[in-house]
């Protein structure tokens, strides 16, 4: 399998270009737009072909590199059904499959952080979005968050899978690029709770800054911008 974990430094967001092996279909999950060519020339390295591109939720911190993709090679733009962007080629629901050659995500509804927020289950890993950090959870305080929906979505969903489940998050802060959803559940400090209202008390109070560029890119990703309108 070809599985490709890329880092944008001015935003702190993972993306990830996955194919079953060279020559083959390829997807890619939460792009960021000034990355765009280099994803084109791994794609091109490896003959791969694009054909979907996801977007675990709206983002606030980037423009998302889903409409340029799309205007470059033609590939399916996929986003849960909750997403309020206009130019979703295909919307899915809880538990759908997303297909590629050999490949199959299912797609799980974990809102919380935004309440478009998906995950993406492939095999032995899980793609967290924003919703389960290393270390960390996405904040609940903006575009429809839910301190109460993010519990149910971490402890109802993501940390009833396998232990062994490899979490991949659309973002981290400190240069950890995996972890586990064991380690998750015995060493995320938000996790240490026992009630959804313990929980809720330790987001509420979070007090954080909103992101720097949030009045430019949520915006733009609901619009479906690309570089020539940017």
Known sequence: MIFKQLFDTKSSTYTYIIASDKGREALIIDPVIEHTNEYIKILEELELKLVKVIDTHIHADHITGL????????????????SKSEVIDLKIKDNEKINIENIQLKAIYTPGHTDCSYSYLMNDRIFTGDTLLINGTGRTDFQNGSSYD?????FNKLLKLPEKTLVFPAHDYNGKKYSTIENERNNNPRLQVNSKEEYADIMNNLKLANPKMMDIAVPANVKGLTLDQI
Do not use: I
């Open 150 to 154: 993010a519990y149910d979505s971490l």
């Open 67 to 82: 409409n340029e993709l799309n205007k470059r090679t033609n590939c399916t733009r996929v986003m849960g059904e909750n």
